[in-house]
């Protein structure tokens, strides 16, 4: 009798296993092309000598993946009327990749640069800035970057991630090299080393911290911790302790929020596949109150994640979390957020978002607004989409991202 009063009064009664349902239970799509089965963070294979591979990936590159499995169909559709719009309390900004652009380096993202009107704004470096190195592409080698350290005298962030695929294109020198140039001016930084988090904001009580699936140069052994975690290899379980340690670390510093970036996700698809639901619920498990994607170099969609509420079952529509300290608390899983500055030549890779998350101290609303890489005056420069609407495939882009993302939360 004992047992059953106690399993009624169980608030959680209700729910279901959480990996006996949907992200981890889900229908893999069918009939794709081959150009979208192949993904480079999965490590499987090699650009150097699988020239097939190569070919596939660049069809991708151009074509992209657009779809995903039904279920994921049918949980963003859901997901998309339950986000909150932006609300009280801290004002932070994040953008995508920061890429090489091959021009007006300074001057390339003042245009968009109203956007950015947060207490604290984070953008993750999709290229070292190392002056001592070429920037020209075709003498570094396939794949690798370098831009003058120019690019950051125009950029409107406070903090930049340095961990990434691209973060050793020019070795262990440019990754230091690069580190200097952001220190110069003044720019906080995250993701090298013991230097895994990082403060600002009014109150200075919110932490960033930093990590990647890999680097691209898997020739160099470096003497750096990158803070590598391979989330893209889909037959293992990433072992995520030492994002554990730091989100326990930064907690004890006396921060009210985390933010956990992340470089992560398949390249130009349009969703997040579900293994990185998965691990989206994991992180925040673990302690994120934010977790913020990029990599796949195209905007994909977000969720609102409630810790510790049994009225919210796990499921299609949901992101609902259950962990053994009890705290109930409100958390927020964007998972890419494309490009802030490319050379790339599809829409969807030029139109990336910016995000902005308000925390107090866990999140209350988020708020999202595209801006688009284009030729100016002084060459290539971001400018709000909603600014480049003359043009009608642009035009078509901002419809697309409307219905893709949700409008509840656009600002």
Known sequence: MLLFLLAACDPYRAWPEPTEVFPWVYTPEADLEPYEEVRWETETWDPDTDRDEVGLYLTKALLHRPGAPQESLDHFQ???????????GASLNFVGDVMWMGENWAGFALPASGLLDG???????????DPGSSTEPAELGLYRYNAPPEILDGLPLDIVQLNNNHSLDVGDSGLEATIAEVEARGLGWTGIDAHGVSYAGDTGDVGVISYTWGVNRRDITSAHDLRIIPFGHLDEEPDLATLAADIEATRALGVKSVVVLVHWGFEYEYYPDPHFLQLGRRIVALGADVVVGEGPHVAQPAEICSVNDPSVVPGIGTCSIRTDDGEPRTAAILYSLGNFGTTMPTLPCQAGIVATVTLDPDVTGLGWAAAVT?????????????????DSERADEAERLDAHLGVGWKR
């Open 78 to 88: 859901a997901m998309r009327d339950t986000l909150p719009p932006v609300s009280t």
């Open 119 to 129: 207490d604290l704004r984070v953008g993750n470096l999709e290229t070292p800035t």
């Open 374 to 390: 284009m030729e100016g005056e002084a060459g290539l420069e971001i400018v709000p989409l909603a600014d480049a609407l003359d």
